[in-house]
């Protein structure tokens, strides 16, 4: 196995997890959170950016490099590594809950899925086979098996045939996957919300023996409470020495109730896309910065963050960019949400290490959440 996980402490008492994750391009302390790199860039971060932040590993999205500028180019370049100049763990989805996304325009068979590209409309075929070619050329330390990820709410029907489909599509992509030298498959479990599916979604996922697995089709319109009921008794399905991946999920509750759960992998668009539109996390809650509030408010975004933004540049002067159209106040507000939750992963870590992240996650909650 290419990726391997060391397991350096477990709480008895929860499940949290702290451990190390070896990869081709670096070794990654988790839990930990990987902002998302769409098109092989995070929105408005450059790799050294990404760096003074703390980043370990980035996702890049296998549906959107394929459909542009084409994964044949990537691999031209070097793969995602030399073609963004990013020299630590890159993980790839494997574009199957983009797919699924486009509703009208696909259709599902047990071949793969026909979709339309929602460039320019052009017809294409993802099989798993298909998907394996484009993610080997694609080169991530990381990549996902091609799965369906049922929608919320679904029947209980439906949910079953997407899970055994998923299943029947890990074994090809296994079959597929031509570069074991250099990338690790992971698997994904589904199932929606019912426990029948996920206990045997889960069983079937791991008589694959790959090493890493995901849980997926979750953070998709349950409520949290329901979310993390499906942890409780999928996680306790999973090898203890693999790395566990909840896929879509970064909101500080669920990053520290998922760790709680013994989950070391997270990614999210979350802290990227509510930036850009100028709301920002900070150590007493979220903060919409483009609000009239903040017009002569000189202080910091966050006065416990020490990221460049707030090290450099008052609430007002970032409102002033963001109001104006600046490109700078969309990326001063990505650079500190992104830090914000290096910060928050690196102290969920140090409260595993002391087994303190129960009290951790009460103390959190209080002063973010205000409960």
């Known amino acids: ?21 070896h990869t081709p391009h670096g070794v990654i302390d988790t839990p930990a959170f990987m902002p998302v790199g769409t098109q092989a860039s995070v929105k408005a ?49 494997s574009g199957g809950f983009q797919v699924f996304s486009l509703n009208d325009l696909r259709k599902i068979s047990e071949e793969g899925v026909v979709f339309r590209s929602h460039l320019d409309g052009s017809k294409h075929l993802f099989t798993p086979e298909y998907v394996m070619e484009i993610e080997n050329s694609l080169g991530a330390d990381i990549i996902m098996a091609f799965d369906e990820c049922a929608p919320y709410p679904c029947e209980y029907d439906y949910a079953k045939e997407s899970m055994e489909r998923t299943a029947r599509w890990l074994k090809r992509c296994k079959e597929a996957h031509g570069n074991t030298v250099r990338q690790s498959l992971f698997g994904i479990v589904q199932g929606s919300v019912y426990k029948d599916l996920r206990l045997e979604s889960a069983k079937r996922t791991t008589e694959a023996d790959l090493p890493g697995y995901a849980i997926g089709g979750l953070s998709v319109g349950e409520p949290k409470e329901l979310m993390n009921e499906v942890l ?34 997270f990614d999210c668009v979350l802290p990227t896309r509510i930036a850009r539109n100028g709301t920002v996390m900070t150590s007493k809650g979220k903060l919409v910065v483009r609000n009239a509030e903040y017009s002569e408010d000189f202080s910091p975004l966050d006065e416990e963050c020490d990221c460049y933004a707030c090290r450099n540049f008052s609430r007002a002067y970032i409102r002033h960019l963001i109001k104006a159209g600046e490109i700078l106040g969309g990326r001063l507000t990505t650079i500190h949400n992104l830090r914000f939750l290096q910060n928050l992963m690196s102290k969920i870590r140090e409260a595993i290490e002391t087994d303190s992240l129960t009290e951790y996650r009460n103390s959190f909650f209080e002063k973010y959440y205000h409960y």
């Not at 196995?1 to 994750?21: F, N, P, Q, S």
């Not at 703390?54 to 890049?60: K, R």
């Open 232 to 265: 409780d008794y999928t996680l306790s399905e999973l090898p203890k020495d693999r790395p566990r991946y909840l896929m879509g999920v970064g909101s500080p509750d669920c990053l520290i109730d998922g760790s709680i759960r013994g989950i070391d992998m």
């Open 45 to 93: 971060m450059t790799p050294h950016e990404l760096i003074e932040i703390g980043a370990q590993i980035i996702l890049s999205n296998t549906y959107h490099m394929y459909i542009r500028p084409g994964h044949k180019l990537v691999e031209k370049a070097g793969g995602l590594h030399g073609f963004m100049n990013w020299n630590r763990p890159i993980l790839t989805d």
């Open 1 to 21: 196995m290419t990726v391997k996980y060391e397991l350096i402490k477990e709480d008895k008492k929860t499940g949290a997890r702290l451990g190390r994750l």
